[in-house]
RNA sequence: GCCGAAGUGGUGGAAUUGGCAGACGCGCCGGACUCAAAAUCCGGUGAUGGCGACAUCGUGCGGGUUCAAGUCCCGCCUUCGGCACCA
């Protein structure tokens, strides 16, 4: 078969005939297979592209198959650093390299013959979509979900943009790795925070990776204790958050992160000079040093001190950078005895260390003694409790007092989203002198990202720098205003994507919410694992918010998720340029055709798991597919008209349907390389039967074994079932037909094989009537002349029998 | 340090969740067809010992539970992902 032609052939059959068109009158079957959008990159499709929709599309459709009207789009991420990166480079304006890369991108991607309804196609970099990513920012705006503020900030140096929480990896921009540094600056954050407690409750109601609801779980990071508040000898009072209240009577200092505002007003003449160098050298300590954890400890006295309110101590006020501003109170309490790092610090700068804790069982006595144990030497009535118990009522005991309260806290941060970069979607708001922070009115969006722009960088937005945008009128005093110069994270223009897609051409709103709440959530989402923490839980949050809001009635966007593998390069490494170990689908494609390509991927590796690429083996699976094409042939070479079904048949006929039940199984559980092999045992089978019944075959019963086998093979190789299907005389188009069902009927065997161990090992094979219950199969067993010659002169102790699997005799 | 996943032939990878380890491929060996080669078809292929039927060993390492462990439990090692002074 001419694979390259025949694909064309198909391609264009397909496009011509709509066959891919989603059916809204079918609504009620719909299926939402969604597989992560592209980023428009200048580099063609690689391995990694095809090995995400290669198999998604085998996916795809077999639930069409199956008679679901499947929805398929495909669009593209198009706001983002890199092409703006380029185009500071190369001076190529990045709209004009984006939309020149998402056409060569189109193209690619319809040759791979994948079933996107191209009718739905979005583009975020398009004023028609980032119109309503801005209509949705304002939404967060109106409902309190965005608000500006300034604070310490993740800044690149080298990109002259924040990045949130979530782009800095290891200390350093996650793009660029260069190391990123603290600056306060005012920005734009969304409250994802708000949500934090039903995003953590919601991974339970969704069918996801647990790895990946571990990491969100974990990001998420929720930890309940107590506040607990001290009072300073100056009057003033702050509080502490900890999760081990029980152990606050061993208080011997308590510990402020240099942020802290309380510090400058507590700290003693005698010690402002050291406490003000202190927090002058912890400024220029970088982030990443800071926050490494085999740092030794420091920290400064104030000279003040403070009351333990659980026991009237007088307790010194330290601060120290171990203790993070951002986190709980900005204000933790020293316990040195029950921890590592209070103990660490303790230890250093000789203060009081008190055991408050002993371990249940009088085991363990080293200190730091950080588990649960006994509260002991308070000399109150919480000696004795449980650290489970003793936590609780320590707090409820200060509440009562007014010094204290149960609390929750997460590591979780609000989503700081400004950018101070070009390429992207530019935030509604303008700032008015008069009638100061003002959004952008719904009718008067999109606000325009302007087209010429100075947009190397300089350590500002590029926007700032351009008049014609920046300048606008206020919409509430008709005075002079100006825009503001940032852009979105394009993480925003990902959040909600998945909700235009299914009324992507709508101009009156971002989506019809009669529509949406009929086609979301997504059925199956399909992508890779590094988006976790980002991209997965932004659009969790973005989901909720806009359920709150009203437009929504779900709570997950995607109901169930899977992550492919990684194809690495053949040495084993991730594929990169640097390492020149990139591997170019096109050589393959041309020579084998998208087919036995896409084949080979999902035959070749765990698609969960990815791996090193090999090509050992792409020939072979072109003759996989050529042998497939004989049997067809020969199954039109048969007009006999025998009508046997004798035990041949039989016998094809229970491989034939085994491999229709276990190919449909491995499909829904994404196992594709073991439905390929099934498949692959079922055309040995076929050719069995052909060499073996020679011209006294039942022809008819041959021919439509052949028939399923094109059909089951059709979602894996889409052109080549199509080609196949036209030889056998079926009608256009395969993928209209139904995905052969199981007839379990010809699963049931009148006899079969089981294995029979004596203590343990294989001894002998026996042939057991299918109804035969467990004493049967004992007696059948134990008749064997194997069997009995292999117990010899034991004597049998027990007989396990388990039906359909094996015998076990216990001998002595 | 914490969380998660993984470790199986020469090789990619299977194993119905505790039940015949190595499905299906690749590679290798052999056979058929052929004057020959290619293509194709058929068979063999974990290791060790034995002419042999067979026996022993074998799923990262060490223990354990069980009639039965790749799978469960305890203790380690290695690799890969994620988090990391979060009080």
């Known amino acids: 078969m001419d694979f390259i032609n025949v694909e064309k052939k198909w391609q264009k059959k397909w496009a011509d005939s709509k066959l891919y068109s989603f059916d809204k009158s079918k609504i009620k079957d719909k299926y939402y297979v969604l597989e992560m ?7 063609k499709l690689h ?9 998604s599309d085998t996916f795809a459709r077999f639930m069409r198959m199956n008679g679901k009207e499947v929805f398929q789009p495909m669009g593209f991420d198009a706001f983002g650093l890199p092409a703006e990166n380029y185009a500071i480079k190369s001076g190529i304006h990045p709209q004009d390299s984006t939309l020149k890369n998402i056409a060569t991108m189109e193209g690619q991607l319809k040759a ?7 009718d739905y196609e979005i583009k975020t970099c398009m004023p028609d979509y980032y119109k309503w990513t801005q209509w949705i920012f304002l939404q967060l705006y109106k409902h309190n979900l965005a608000y500006r503020k300034e604070a310490p900030v993740n800044w690149c140096p080298s990109c002259n943009t924040v990045l949130a929480n979530e782009q800095v990896v290891d200390g350093a921009c996650e793009r660029c790795h260069t190391t990123v540094i603290r600056k306060n600056l005012t920005q734009w954050f969304f409250k994802i925070t708000q949500y934090a407690e039903e995003l953590l409750q919601g991974l339970d109601t969704i069918d996801w990776p647990e790895k990946t609801k571990a990491m969100q779980r974990n990001w998420i990071g929720k930890s309940t204790g107590g506040e607990i508040e001290f009072t300073c000898e100056s009057g003033d009072k702050f509080s502490v958050f900890t999760t081990r209240a029980d152990t606050v009577f061993g208080v011997s200092y308590v510990i402020l992160a240099p942020e802290h505002p309380l510090v400058d007003k507590i700290t003693t003449d005698e010690h402002k000079a050291s406490i003000a160098a202190y927090k002058d050298n912890c400024a220029k300590i970088s982030e990443i040093d800071r926050m490494s954890t085999t740092r030794e400890k420091t920290g400064a006295f104030t000279g003040a001190y403070c009351i333990n309110p659980v026991n009237g101590e007088k307790v010194p006020i330290w601060i120290g950078d171990y203790v993070l501003y951002s986190y709980g109170t900005g204000a933790v309490m020293g316990v040195a005895a029950h921890d590592e790092r209070d103990y660490d610090f303790a230890k250093k700068f000789d203060l009081q260390i008190r055991r408050v804790v002993k371990s249940k069982d009088g085991g363990n006595d080293d200190l730091p003694y950080c588990d649960y144990g006994v509260i002991c030497n308070t000399g109150t009535q919480f000696d004795g409790m449980t650290s489970e118990e003793g936590k609780v009522a320590i707090v409820k005991w200060l ?8 609390k929750t806290n997460y590591r979780l941060r609000d989503w700081l989203i400004s950018r101070q970069r070009y390429w992207g979607a530019p935030i509604p708001i303008v700032y008015c002198d008069k009638c100061g922070e003002v959004p952008v009115p719904e009718k008067d ?9 100075e947009f190397k960088p300089n350590g500002k937005s590029p926007l700032a720098s351009c008049e014609e945008f920046m300048n606008a009128t206020c919409p509430k005093c008709g005075g002079k205003a100006r825009r503001d110069p940032d852009t ?3 993480f925003v223009c990902s959040s909600w994507y998945y909700l235009r897609y299914p009324d992507a051409h709508n101009d009156k709103a971002a989506f019809d919410p009669e529509i949406v709440n009929k086609m979301l959530p997504v059925d199956k989402y399909i992508g890779g694992a590094e988006h976790a923490c980002m991209h997965l839980l932004y659009a969790r949050f973005f989901t909720k918010a806009l359920r709150d809001m009203g437009y929504l009635k779900f709570d997950e966007p995607f109901k169930s998720l899977v992550h492919q593998g990684t194809i690495l ?8 340029k640097s390492r020149g170990n990139i591997i170019s689908p096109d050589d393959y494609v041309s020579k084998f055709g998208s087919d036995a390509f896409r084949l080979y991927l999902m035959f070749g590796f765990s698609y969960i798991e990815g791996g090193p690429w090999s090509a050992n083996g792409m020939e072979s699976i072109t003759k996989f597919l050529e042998r497939v094409e004989r049997i067809v042939d020969r199954a039109n070479l048969q007009n006999n008209d025998n009508q046997q079904m004798d035990a041949q048949e039989k016998a094809l006929n229970y491989t034939r349907n085994y491999t229709i039940k276990r190919v449909s199984e491995d499909l829904g559980a994404f196992s594709f390389n073991t439905a390929v092999a099934r498949i692959m045992e079922y055309v040995n089978e076929l050719y069995k039967y052909d060499s073996a019944t020679g011209d006294k075959k039942n022809a008819s019963f041959f021919k ?11 979602p894996f190789v889409p052109h080549i079932a199509e080609e196949l299907n036209e030889k056998l005389g079926g009608k256009y188009s395969v993928f209209e037909m139904r995905y052969p069902v199981c007839d379990e009927n010809a699963l049931v065997k009148d006899e079969y094989e089981l294995a029979v161990q004596i203590n343990s090992r294989m001894k002998a094979k026996i042939i057991v009537p299918s109804d035969a219950d467990a004493k049967e199969i004992e007696e059948i067993a134990l008749q064997n002349t194997s069997v009995k010659s292999a117990i010899g002169d034991m004597n049998i102790v027990k007989v396990i029998v388990i039906p359909k699997r094996l015998v076990n005799v216990v001998c002595k």
Do not use: Q
């Open 488 to 490: 979105m994270d394009t």
């Open 399 to 406: 509440e009562e007092k007014n010094n204290g309260r149960l």
């Open 445 to 453: 969006l999109p606000v325009s990202l302007p087209y010429n722009v």
């Open 569 to 576: 390069g053949p040495d084993g490494f991730k594929m990169s």
């Open 47 to 55: 391995a990694g592209h095809w090995y995400n929709y290669g198999p």
């Open 704 to 714: 439509a074994c052949i028939s399923d086998l094109v059909l089951l093979l059709a």
């Open 112 to 118: 791979m013959g994948a079933s996107f309804d191209w």
């Open 37 to 43: 959008f592209s980023y428009p990159s200048g580099a």
